[in-house]
């Protein structure tokens, strides 16, 4: 007989009832950033945008209060969060009386700074405010309706970017085709990506194949969106460049990477609708 317990679906993890920072697991860059060539010196600036949907705690009298957190990771940071274990940090909040909202902001701020190893901010949100995430579109030049055949979905191949070094041009592109998948479960991650970037012309055909190229890759977000930075920097020599993905939710969570030459401003966090 089939049933969910014989099944491939999630198994059962107990759910945190008290507060506990322990809970969250950092991961070093480091790594990952070797893998790519890189070392401390890092040739760009950026940060990961968490947004977080299912945070509650109680008031002195019991009540049960609700908010949305925007959290924002500086890329330079030695570290970054597992995301179910940030989850599950944020869920330990759930049955924790606190005075106000402010108290709930200042521990995740501390304890997030703690697990990054840098100074990270947190931003609660009701659920009513105008700011509550409103639905958006991903500003930049559509390329997904480009007619072309695709063979090639793994690994990421930079060698696919074409430019026309003739062409200078000043542009912003978007695919909303991008899969990647999670190094820890295999699971599928989804993102819209923007291109943004001042130099040749680059082929709108060879930049989908190139994003398509990551489709049975597995590494984490923030990895993914340094490793298409740096090959877009390496293949296409842009002036001005920046990359940001905003990456569909997962467990009441999504992550938006976003890194950039230096100089560049830091991005909004403009929800979009698979968000």
Same mark, same amino acid.
């Given at each position: 007989?089939?049933?969910?317990?014989?099944?491939?679906?999630?198994?059962?993890?107990?759910?945190p009832?008290?507060? $506990?920072?322990?809970?969250?697991?950092?991961?070093?860059?480091?790594?990952?950033?070797?893998?790519?060539?890189?070392?401390?010196?890092?040739?760009?600036?950026?940060? $990961?945008?968490?947004?977080?949907?299912?945070?509650?705690?109680?008031?002195?009298?019991?009540?049960?209060?609700?908010?949305?957190?925007?959290?924002?990771?500086?890329?330079?940071?030695?570290?970054l969060?597992?995301?179910?274990?940030?989850?599950? =940090?944020?869920?330990?909040?759930?049955?924790?009386?606190?005075?106000?909202?402010?108290?709930?902001?200042?521990?995740?701020t501390?304890?997030?700074?703690?697990?990054?190893?840098a100074?990270?901010s947190?931003?609660?949100?009701?659920?009513?405010?105008?700011?509550?995430?409103?639905?958006?579109?991903?500003?930049?030049?559509?390329?997904?309706?480009?007619?072309i055949?695709?063979?090639?979905?793994?690994?990421?191949?930079?060698?696919l970017?074409?430019?026309?070094?003739?062409?200078?041009?000043?542009?912003?592109?978007?695919?909303?085709?991008?899969?990647?998948?999670?190094?820890?479960?295999?699971?599928? $991650?989804?993102?819209?990506?923007?291109?943004?970037?001042?130099?040749?012309?680059? $082929?709108?055909?060879?930049?989908?194949? =190139?994003?398509?190229s =990551?489709?049975?890759?597995?590494?984490?977000?923030?990895?993914?969106?340094?490793?298409?930075?740096?090959?877009?920097?390496?293949?296409?020599?842009?002036?001005?460049?920046?990359? =940001?993905?905003?990456?569909?939710?997962?467990?009441?969570?999504?992550?938006?990477?976003?890194?950039?030459?230096?100089?560049?401003?830091?991005?909004?966090?403009?929800?979009?609708?698979?968000?």
């Open positions: 007989m089939n049933t969910p317990e014989s099944s491939m679906l999630g198994r059962a993890v107990a759910c009832t008290t507060y $506990d920072p322990g809970l969250l697991f950092p991961i070093p860059r480091r790594e990952a950033r070797a893998r790519l060539g890189l070392d401390e010196a890092l040739p760009f600036v950026g940060v $990961d945008i968490w947004n977080a949907y299912e945070l509650s705690w109680l008031d002195p009298r019991g009540k049960p209060q609700v908010a949305l957190a925007e959290i924002r990771v500086p890329a330079a940071s030695p570290n969060v597992e995301s179910k274990s940030l989850k599950l =940090y944020l869920n330990g909040f759930a049955q924790e009386k606190l005075a106000n909202a402010e108290i709930l902001r200042t521990l995740v501390a304890d997030l700074s703690a697990a990054a190893g100074p990270v947190a931003t609660l949100i009701a659920p009513t405010s105008p700011q509550a995430f409103p639905v958006g579109v991903l500003p930049g030049e559509l390329i997904d309706g480009v007619a055949a695709i063979e090639h979905y793994g690994p990421p191949a930079p060698e970017l074409k430019v026309d070094p003739e062409a200078l041009v000043e542009e912003t592109l978007v695919s909303h085709l991008f899969r990647s998948n999670c190094p820890v479960t295999g699971q599928p $991650d989804w993102a819209s990506v923007q291109v943004a970037y001042a130099g040749p012309r680059i $082929d709108r055909a060879s930049l989908l194949r =190139y994003l398509v =990551y489709r049975s890759h597995s590494d984490f977000h923030e990895a993914c969106v340094e490793r298409i930075f740096l090959d877009l920097r390496e293949r296409c020599a842009p002036a001005r460049l920046s990359v =940001y993905a905003r990456f569909t939710r997962r467990g009441g969570l999504d992550i938006n990477p976003f890194r950039a030459l230096p100089g560049a401003a830091m991005p909004d966090n403009l929800r979009l609708s698979r968000q």
